[in-house]
């Protein structure tokens, strides 16, 4: 029971946001999806499938749900990261490096910064993405895109602004 079209998960679905810097055109869209999906129709845990899915979301980012039924294990999921590691290399593109922060540009496009650049050019209206969500409900219904005062994004502002 493999993979599924993420409608069909549940809200309650765990899911794992992957932001990936630079954004992927279509070519890399398509080479990336097509590895995930590959690992997705085999992936197991304890030699039982697991029922999941994927989405590209505005080629920024690589969600990927499981199906509240299904059991994923330490093993299973450093297997999905090493996936990861190797699409990484193979893409040329960063998926793994928690350091960087997203967020919406005034024109609506999605952009990738560091720490300490978005400390220094960030505010508190500036709409970030908080890939920490760990619910599939949470994109569904908007709340992991917000304004960085309304999230742990705020402790990375400059105090002063």
């Not at 999906?37 to 999941?52: E, K, Q, V």
């Not at 039924?69 to 996936?83: A, N």
């Not at 928690?98 to 990738?112: E, L, N």
């Not at 650049?117 to 895109?145: A, C, I, P």
Request: contains cysteine; negative net charge.
């Amino acid at each position: 029971m493999p993979r599924l079209d993420i409608s069909q998960l549940h809200d309650d679905s765990r899911i794992w946001i992957f932001g990936i810097s630079p954004a992927l055109d279509e070519s890399q869209s398509a080479r990336l999806l097509k590895g995930v999906d590959t690992f997705l129709d085999g992936w197991t845990a304890h030699n039982m499938p697991i029922s999941s899915a994927r989405d590209l979301l505005h080629g920024s980012f690589l969600v990927i749900g499981v199906d509240k039924r299904s059991e994923t294990s330490g093993c299973s999921i450093d297997r999905m990261f090493g996936l990861l590691q190797q699409l990484e290399h193979e893409l040329g593109v960063a998926i793994l490096d928690p350091s960087r922060i997203f967020y919406r540009r005034a024109d609506g496009s999605v952009h990738a910064t560091s720490r300490p650049k978005f400390r220094e050019s960030g505010d508190s209206h500036t709409m970030v993405f908080d890939t920490l969500s760990e619910r599939l409900g949470e994109l569904r219904n908007g709340s992991w895109e917000r304004r960085a005062r309304d999230s742990w994004h705020r402790t990375l502002l400059d105090a002063t602004r």
